[in-house]
Structures are given as C-alpha cells and as structure tokens.
Nanobody, 114 residues
C-alpha cells in the first residue's frame, strides 16, 4: 500500500493550497481517509476525515476554511485549504486504516508566512 501526498508549499497568510493524496494497493472506495498534520515541537493532530460514503468531519480550528473530498475513480483524497494562517504551518500527512493496518503518506510541508 502506498499513499503519495503532494501539493504543499509556501503561501502568504490568507492564501490557499490544495493537497492531494493518491492511494495505491488498496480498494480505495472502501476505506475512510484522513488528513493529519504535525507542527514543529507538537504532536500529530487529526485535521479532517472523509468516510467511504463521503461523510466529513473537521477539527474545530479548520472548520469553514478547509474542505476534504475524494475521487474514487482517481483513488485520490484532497484537502482544499483556504484562508490559511501561520498556525496552519505543519507537515501534512494522509492516512487510512485498511485491512486493520494504519498507513501513512510521506508528508507534504505547508508553510504559511505572516
């Protein structure tokens, strides 16, 4: 199983980025997907989840600014991030729990400058 994340970068506060994560080696449409992030010196935190049937949930700090979505044809989960803040600076990881195993992508760096 491979999760390949991309789309991170450097953006000014108030800007937008879209992260993508392509899954290989699993029947993607069957599994819930998630985005986590880890800022320097902090624990990894759950940012957003999307179920196999499209139900979504967000941590409070990103509600109204981030949108998680999925495309089962392209086996990809997205995280649209708008109105970015310096506090959103972190390495972002995609994640799934498939066949009783937790899989992580390699992470993509998001840096928001003030």
């Amino acid at each position: 199983v491979q999760l390949q994340a991309s789309g991170g970068g450097l953006v000014q506060a108030g800007g937008s980025l879209r992260l993508s994560c392509v899954a290989r080696g699993i029947n993607f449409k069957l599994y819930d997907m998630a985005w986590y992030r880890q800022a320097p010196g902090k624990e990894r935190e759950l940012v957003a989840t999307i179920s196999s049937v499209g139900s979504v949930d967000y941590t409070d700090s990103v509600k109204g600014r981030f949108t998680i979505s999925r495309d089962n044809v392209w086996r990809t989960v997205y995280l649209q991030m708008n109105s970015l803040k310096p506090a959103d600076t972190a390495v972002y990881y995609c994640n799934t729990n498939a066949r009783s195993t937790v899989f992580w992508g390699q992470g993509t760096q998001v840096t928001v400058s003030s």
